[in-house]
């Protein structure tokens, strides 16, 4: 089992940042990757960043050029640099991470963090 502790969401303006952090504990000797997802009212959940083991990183399309994927000095922790914040980035943002054992992959979830962008 992989249990998650994330933190740093909250309330800011339009054009301002914010930096959440997620530290995985448990079995996590096996994530791979790692990132995070979010999810509007309404709306699908999205890939946000992920990032590997080997330090290669994605991004989707809403917010390439903003938002920065890090690995902490520990593993089993990532954060995400956002700047420039506008109000569609608001939304729920849940820490992911892929658990590998015997070669079948698991998918673990945070609590979620709430980030709102005003206008």
């Known amino acids: 089992q992989v249990q998650f502790v994330e933190s740093g969401g909250g309330l800011v303006q339009a054009g301002g940042s914010l930096r959440l952090s997620c530290a995985a504990s448990?079995?996590?000797?096996?994530?791979?990757?790692m990132g995070w997802y979010r999810q509007a009212p309404g709306k699908e959940r999205e890939l946000v960043a992920a990032?590997?083991?080997?330090?290669?990183?994605s991004y989707g399309d809403p917010v390439k050029g903003r938002f920065t994927i890090s690995r902490g000095n520990a593993e089993n922790t990532v954060y995400l640099q956002m700047t420039s914040l506008k109000p569609e980035d608001t939304a729920v943002y849940y820490c992911?991470?892929?658990?590998?054992?015997?070669?079948?992959?698991?998918?673990?979830w945070g609590q979620g963090s709430q980030v709102t962008v005003s206008s």
């Open positions: 992911h991470a892929v658990a590998w054992r015997s070669g079948i992959p698991s998918n673990y």
């Open positions: 448990g079995s996590t000797f096996s994530l791979n990757p």
């Open positions: 990032i590997n083991k080997a330090g290669i990183t």
